[in-house]
């Protein structure tokens, strides 16, 4: 079975620019997650999506950060503009009854 | 005050040692646990998972928790190089605000020397 699929691994940007990151979840997987993980922190919770409608964005900076996930497959979260607080990884993963989560490698970016 | 508290470590022990990873927690409402390990550059995957109070063994890892503490533990036995990474505790609930959400320690270093 293939696991959470992340693009780009890695992306190096100047600060008040885009970008974007992509995440295909595992096949049958309802839920989907977008975390982020700031270097030496644990994950936190910036995006819940049930199928295609946001369950849980309370830690999501709308002035900056959106997602969506069109057709409750794929998943985009976008970054405009980056912040020099904004390098972290972020971490996208998907669960099916929201007990086990599965993430992917992760999408590691470097605002300068 | 954090919702979960994790010791960051870093921890360095020599082959063979047995580990212990804790973490504490404050809200209640929490009621699964997990233990995920971290390899440099790579995402979180699942170790352990609990619900009730008492141990849970896996080979050589045993997860404890002590809800009426508010205290989960991970133990690794016969610790190899392979385990070197990062430990990360995670919690969720089954209602309230803290539903589906899970929440995550700060993550303890470890380092298994030969």
């Known amino acids: 079975e293939a696991g959470v699929a992340q693009s780009p691994r890695y992306k190096i940007i100047e600060k008040r620019q885009s970008v974007a990151f992509w995440c295909n979840p595992i096949s049958g997987h309802a839920t989907l997650y977008w975390y982020q993980q700031i270097l030496g922190q644990g994950p936190k919770l910036l995006i819940q999506?049930?199928?295609?409608?946001?369950?849980?964005d309370s830690q999501l900076p709308k002035d900056r950060f959106s997602a969506e996930r069109l057709k409750g497959v794929d998943s985009t979260l976008k970054i405009q503009p980056a912040k020099l607080e904004d390098s972290a990884v972020y971490l996208c993963?998907?669960?099916?009854?929201?007990?086990?989560?599965?993430f992917g490698e992760g999408s590691w970016l470097t605002v300068v | 005050q954090k919702e979960v508290e994790q010791d960051p470590g870093p921890l360095s022990v020599p082959e063979g040692a047995i580990v212990s990873l804790n973490c504490t927690y404050s809200n209640s409402a929490f009621q699964y646990f997990m233990w995920y390990r971290q390899y440099s550059r790579k995402g979180p995957e699942l170790l352990m998972y609990t619900y009730s109070s008492g141990n849970k063994e896996d080979g050589r890892f045993t997860a404890q928790v002590d809800k009426s503490s508010k205290y989960i533990s991970l133990f690794i036995r016969d610790s190899q190089p392979s385990d070197s990474a990062t430990y990360l505790c995670a919690m969720k609930g089954i209602g309230g605000t803290s539903y589906g959400k899970l929440t995550f320690g700060q993550g303890t270093i470890l380092t298994v020397h030969p």
């Open positions: 999506f049930q199928n295609n409608g946001v369950v849980d």
């Open positions: 993963a998907s669960s099916t009854s929201g007990n086990t989560i599965y």
